[in-house]
């Protein structure tokens, strides 16, 4: 399912998905001394006035709570899978789901607030409670560097390991991957995940499946790499069980000759794509995912083609840049297939995806030590940390869910809400409950469409309960002004 652009209709105050900011996830209307001040809606089909005729931030209309989905986008989304409880929205969309508004008291008008918080900070109740939460959140500086310090030593002895001793991995180069790499991590820096890349020419890519997201991986005609050809199955495949194998094996064996440091294997977890280190760092540990990917330069598969709608974000340019970068496969199982022989491959988008963080800003200066700040990675990090928070107090329930749920709905967030000013970073409560409502919109319909690949549903309508679950959970946290977010596991 594409994620239509930010810029259709120009119609403020509409859903992007049709629903109306008058029945969308609120249950009264705002009273009038709310609605005091707020600029008027245009008229449906009328433009909007242009910027600089525009109210300023004193004058901005406030939206309710998560209901502000920012103005429709270019293509409309195809229809739902099945219909929202609740009936229809006014004007035929329908109405995503219900977001409380939170504690009484905790919004007020963006020129009151930011006039309260000379320095941006909003002064809200629930925008005090986030920058408390957010504090808590940080990395210390010194933890940082002794466990980066750590880890790269570890990875650097068998990177060299790895290459002296099976020339089929003679090639492989680090990268560097996941949250610690996209400065969005949480609460303690003890997981890292590295990429081990090998380069491999004249692929054959083959779908597997009807997401486009999973492929059997062939060789167009002799490789170059002749060392490959042992990794290749009965199919003549290249079996991603095979080569995981065998890299596990030589680090299995290296791990005991890293000195001044105690490094085990975890055991294998089925399924899983990463070969994962522990390594002792009295009272906890670090755990380091190795991950084998290979490195194809040629085009992306068409599964990709209507995803990375970043033009109305990051620029057509960014796209088009992006798009011309080589292509990612990890060794991962796909768990569909009838017969699990471990020859599947996954794409993988971690190197922009990465870059797409680290340089999120629809200007240049976003966020640099000269320019404007916005807020969109602190949203981001306390998402991760709700998710991270109600996992440990209903592990079973949530197994399904992991981090990469809460990142993607983020990219499609930034793409709704494309501009700077849309996520100002004395707005941090109201752009959180924006970002958060649209979650609970997907994990209502079930619908999460990959970023990249959009006929990817990363929602599946089998884990609906799952789904249903982490909803209630999340409606009950903001009904209670996120208690969960004072605990300590």
Known sequence: MPLPDATEGGVAGHLPWGGDTRTALTTAAPSPRNRRGSAPLPAPGRPEAPAENRPGPAARPRPDPAAAYGPRRERPPPPPPSPLPGGPAAGGGEAPPTLPRGPPGSRAPAARRRAAAPDGAAATPLALRLREVLSRLSLGRQDVSDASGMVNQVVSHLIQAIRSQDSSFSSIERLGAGSYYEHVKISEPNEFDIMLVMRVERLQLDECDETGAYYYLTFKRNPKEKYLLKFLDEDKRLSAF??????????????????????????????????????????????????????????????????????????????????????????????????????????????????????????????????PKCCRKSCLKLLKYLLEQLKMEYTKELDKFCSYHVKTAFFHSCVMWPNDTDWHVGDLDHCFQKYLGYFLHCLQKSQLPHFFIPKYNLLSLEDKASSDFLLRQINNEFNNGFPIFQKRY
Not at 245 to 261: F, G, P
Request: hydrophobic share 35%.
């Open 242 to 371: 095979k080569m995981l194998q065998a890299l596990r094996e030589i680090i299995k064996r290296e791990v005991r000759n890293i000195e001044n440091m105690e490094v085990s294997v975890k055991r294998k977890k089925a399924g899983s794509p990463a070969i994962t280190l522990l390594i002792k760092k009295p009272p906890a540990e670090i755990s380091v995912d190795i991950i084998l990917t290979l490195e194809v330069q040629q085009s992306w598969p068409p599964s990709t083609q209507d995803g990375l709608r970043i033009e109305q974000w990051l620029g057509r340019k960014v796209r088009g840049k992006f798009r011309n970068t080589a292509l990612y496969l990890v060794a991962k199982q796909n768990k569909n297939e009838k017969v699990l022989k471990g020859n599947t491959w996954r794409l993988s988008f971690s190197h922009i995806e990465k870059a797409m963080l680290n340089d999120h800003g629809r200007s240049k200066t976003c966020c640099e030590s000269d320019g």
